[in-house]
């Protein structure tokens, strides 16, 4: 039998799924499980970043955020060494904040931080800002450190 | 090169990212892998009775007409409302996918469909039914092309 949850019921059943495995194993089982998930073997960022370098960034994203009809701005200077993502409304975690019966995940946004591992893997620094999730808003800022020097609040 | 922008709002895209079923597939195997078959059962009836609640007490209500209505959705969100075919009787509602979008997706990229993937219809709607008191059971599958056959009773 070969049957589906929608892709566009992904985002619940992916929550739930942290709250089975951290219910059975604990939280550091459910880090496990994003490491593993998001391991750069696997993860297409991973290739869009051996082929175009930072500018991978701008291509994954701009394939993702669009499919998944995110509100988003995203800036990319090659020159400059930096790229960012200012996720003014979040469609995953919009979904499940606008999904009142079910209880998301507590730390669901923070399995977000392991696409660090592709892009340190390729000197790059990556920094993300959790403070404003509960209102489905992030910010991500990537950028080569030989190149680039951000302010400190900039992320913010 | 110049500073590149790109500034999008919600409505200006369609939510359809198909990528997920690649997610789900990998989330269902690692479920399988580390807790087995009936860890795959738990975590699939756990989020039935949770996420589907309201489609739970739509179909006491209302009975086939919910299950009809939440299948024709999903189709149609997933741009594949040609592959789903519903037969009524009185007492029966007969649910034929004659090509599964997820399984199409997987195959497309090259990925491997979990062997658990089947529970995420079999474990689900098993659950939706049990809890909606209907009866359940799987009429056939093929795993090549994703083709279903399930049905639903009244009690």
């Given at each position: 039998?070969?049957a589906?949850?929608?892709c ?14 951290d ?33 991978g ?11 998944e ?37 507590d ?16 000197g ?16 991500l ?16 | ?36 078959d ?17 489609l ?37 509602l ?45 009429l ?16």
């Amino acid at each position: 039998m070969r049957a589906m949850i929608s892709c566009t019921e992904f985002i619940p059943a992916y929550s739930e799924l942290f709250k089975f495995i951290d219910r059975k194993s604990g939280r550091q089982a459910v880090y496990d499980y994003w490491r593993s998930n998001f391991d750069p073997d696997r993860a297409p960022v991973n290739q869009h970043l051996n082929k175009s370098g930072i500018r991978g960034c701008w291509d994954y994203w701009s394939h993702t955020l669009n499919e998944e009809a995110a509100d988003f701005t995203m800036t990319l200077d090659e020159e400059a060494g930096y790229f960012r993502i200012d996720m003014h409304h979040c469609p995953s975690k919009g979904r499940l904040l606008e999904t009142k019966h079910i209880e998301p995940f507590d730390e669901y946004c923070f399995h977000c931080d392991l696409y660090r591992l592709s892009v340190e893997k390729h000197g790059l620094v990556y920094e993300y800002d959790f403070s404003r999730t509960d209102k489905a808003q992030c910010s991500l800022l990537i950028y080569d450190p030989l190149k680039y020097q951000p302010q400190k609040e900039e992320v913010l | 090169m110049a500073k590149e922008v790109m500034d999008r709002r919600a409505s200006d895209n369609k939510y359809l990212h198909r990528d997920f079923h690649g997610g789900m597939n990998y989330g269902i195997n690692y479920i399988g892998e580390t807790y087995g078959d009936d860890g795959v059962r738990e975590y699939l009836s756990d989020f039935a009775r949770t996420y589907h609640a309201p489609l739970i007490e739509a179909v006491k209500t209302d009975g086939f007409d919910a299950i009809e209505n939440y299948l024709k959705k999903i189709y149609e969100a997933e741009e594949a409302s040609d592959e789903l075919a519903l037969k009524r009787t009185t007492n029966t509602l007969t649910v034929h996918i004659r090509s599964c979008p997820a399984i199409n997706y997987l195959r497309q990229k090259g990925i491997k469909p979990s062997r658990w993937f089947v529970e995420t219809t079999r474990t689900i709607w098993a659950t939706v039914a049990e809890a909606s008191v209907l009866g359940f059971e799987l009429l056939a599958y093929d795993d090549k092309s994703g083709e279903a056959e399930y049905r639903f009773t009244l009690r």
